[in-house]
Structure formats: structure tokens, C-alpha cells
């Protein structure tokens, strides 16, 4: 299959996920996730009509958004685990960050945005739902904290929640995202946290099911990296 029947494939899942359980599937924002796949790639989802992408990689990022600056609307989004010497490039080349995941980082990424941009940048909070120590993310005790920091920068703007749940486990999946829900609700609720970043490939009719708003799809788009 091309690029593009795979992502009219993804975006008829996207589609039937959301009406399955009463929702407008334009209430899914799919993020196609083109890390480590070519520049051509991310051409050929862009010519099939996709605008937004998702880099993992602080200077990938950096090197596709210069390659591909002749593509008007297209937007980047940064998806991977982020570290606080690499905040300047995620402020200065994403439209938004799924991956904030301490304090610290809120407070620096602050401080980057604040130089980089005229407009507040767009954040998600990484939780690490399961607690598996492999995965990054800010344990559930500690999305206040990190609400309060991002919330103290003038040049952030929060959004929402993300996470990532254990591979290749639907029912664990399924917790996890059901999880996440609750901690939007514990923490403010759709008012302040409107956005849930969560669902990629395997999982993403579980993840619009338990109410994602943002789908993160790589491998069913562009193939196995």
C-alpha cells in the first residue's frame, strides 16, 4: 500500500471509532508520527492532504522543519520524551509539546518559548500511568506540580494530558487511557484540560473510545521504521 491509501485507511478507522460511540470524528486531531522516516515520506502524507506530524527527536525535528519549509500549514508536533538541553529547538520549530513530564522542564521550556515565540506554545502533560520505569513521564502524584509550573509561564499554554500505555496489551490499554480520563477529571476536568493525547496504532479505536483527542499514528501510515 502507499502512504496515502494507508492514511485513508487510518483516517476510516479514526472515522468509524469515533461514531461507533457517538462522537464527531472531527473531534480527533491525527497526528501522523514520521520519526525516522525520510523527508519524501512526510511529502507524500503532506500531498495526501495530512498537516500535522510528530517528531520524538529534538533535532530531527529541527532538520525536517527546515527541509520541508516550502509546505505551507504543515505542523509539528513534538511526541517524544524531551530533555531540558533540547527545549529550545521544541520551542522555536513545534506548534505544540505532548511531552512535558517535570517541573523542571516546564520551567525551562518556559524560558525558551518566551525567546522563541510572539504566541504561548501549546503543552501537554506526559503521565506515566502504569509506572513502567522504562517510560518517561510524571507519576500521577505529581501532575499538580507540574500543572502549577507550566501554568506559571506566561509563554506555555496548557492543554492537556498524554501518555503511553504497555505495548501490545489492549486490556491494559484500555486502563490506562480510562485512567488518564480520570486524572483529566481529578485535575480540573475538560475546562482546563481539554485535550488527551493517547492512542497510536495498535489501539486507537480503545484510546477515541475512552475519549482521546488526539491520536499519535506512525507505523500504520508510513510502515515499520
Given at each position: 500500500m502507499t502512504i496515502a491509501e494507508?492514511?485513508?485507511?487510518?483516517r476510516a478507522r479514526i472515522d468509524r471509532a469515533a461514531l461507533s460511540v457517538g462522537r464527531e470524528p472531527t473531534t480527533v486531531t491525527l497526528v501522523a508520527v514520521s520519526k525516522a522516516h525520510p523527508v519524501a515520506a512526510i511529502r507524500q502524507a503532506y500531498a495526501a492532504g495530512q498537516r500535522a506530524f510528530g517528531e520524538s527527536y529534538a533535532q530531527e525535528l529541527e532538520a525536517k522543519a527546515q527541509a520541508l519549509v516550502d509546505l505551507p500549514g504543515l505542523v509539528w508536533h513534538f511526541v517524544g520524551h524531551l530533555q531540558t538541553n533540547k527545549a529550545k529547538l521544541a520551542a522555536k520549530y513545534a506548534a505544540a509539546v505532548h511531552s512535558v513530564d517535570s517541573a523542571a522542564l516546564a520551567r525551562e521550556l518556559g524560558k525558551r518559548a518566551a525567546r522563541e515565540r510572539v504566541e504561548p506554545l501549546p503543552v501537554l502533560i506526559e503521565v506515566n500511568v502504569s509506572g513502567e520505569p522504562q517510560k518517561a513521564g510524571a507519576a500521577p502524584s505529581d501532575i499538580?506540580?507540574?500543572?502549577r509550573t507550566v501554568l506559571a509561564q506566561p509563554s506555555?499554554?496548557?492543554r492537556g494530558l498524554m501518555t503511553v500505555p504497555p505495548a501490545r496489551d489492549r486490556s491494559a490499554a484500555e486502563r490506562v487511557f480510562a485512567t488518564l480520563r480520570s486524572l483529566r477529571n481529578l485535575h480540573g476536568g475538560v475546562g482546563v484540560l481539554p485535550e488527551l493525547s493517547m492512542g497510536m496504532s495498535e489501539d486507537l479505536e480503545i484510546a477515541i473510545a475512552c475519549g482521546s483527542t488526539c491520536v499519535r499514528i506512525g507505523t500504520a501510515i508510513f510502515g515499520d521504521r
Amino acid at each position: 500500500m502507499t502512504i496515502a491509501e494507508r492514511l485513508a485507511e487510518v483516517r476510516a478507522r479514526i472515522d468509524r471509532a469515533a461514531l461507533s460511540v457517538g462522537r464527531e470524528p472531527t473531534t480527533v486531531t491525527l497526528v501522523a508520527v514520521s520519526k525516522a522516516h525520510p523527508v519524501a515520506a512526510i511529502r507524500q502524507a503532506y500531498a495526501a492532504g495530512q498537516r500535522a506530524f510528530g517528531e520524538s527527536y529534538a533535532q530531527e525535528l529541527e532538520a525536517k522543519a527546515q527541509a520541508l519549509v516550502d509546505l505551507p500549514g504543515l505542523v509539528w508536533h513534538f511526541v517524544g520524551h524531551l530533555q531540558t538541553n533540547k527545549a529550545k529547538l521544541a520551542a522555536k520549530y513545534a506548534a505544540a509539546v505532548h511531552s512535558v513530564d517535570s517541573a523542571a522542564l516546564a520551567r525551562e521550556l518556559g524560558k525558551r518559548a518566551a525567546r522563541e515565540r510572539v504566541e504561548p506554545l501549546p503543552v501537554l502533560i506526559e503521565v506515566n500511568v502504569s509506572g513502567e520505569p522504562q517510560k518517561a513521564g510524571a507519576a500521577p502524584s505529581d501532575i499538580e506540580e507540574v500543572m502549577r509550573t507550566v501554568l506559571a509561564q506566561p509563554s506555555l499554554a496548557l492543554r492537556g494530558l498524554m501518555t503511553v500505555p504497555p505495548a501490545r496489551d489492549r486490556s491494559a490499554a484500555e486502563r490506562v487511557f480510562a485512567t488518564l480520563r480520570s486524572l483529566r477529571n481529578l485535575h480540573g476536568g475538560v475546562g482546563v484540560l481539554p485535550e488527551l493525547s493517547m492512542g497510536m496504532s495498535e489501539d486507537l479505536e480503545i484510546a477515541i473510545a475512552c475519549g482521546s483527542t488526539c491520536v499519535r499514528i506512525g507505523t500504520a501510515i508510513f510502515g515499520d521504521r
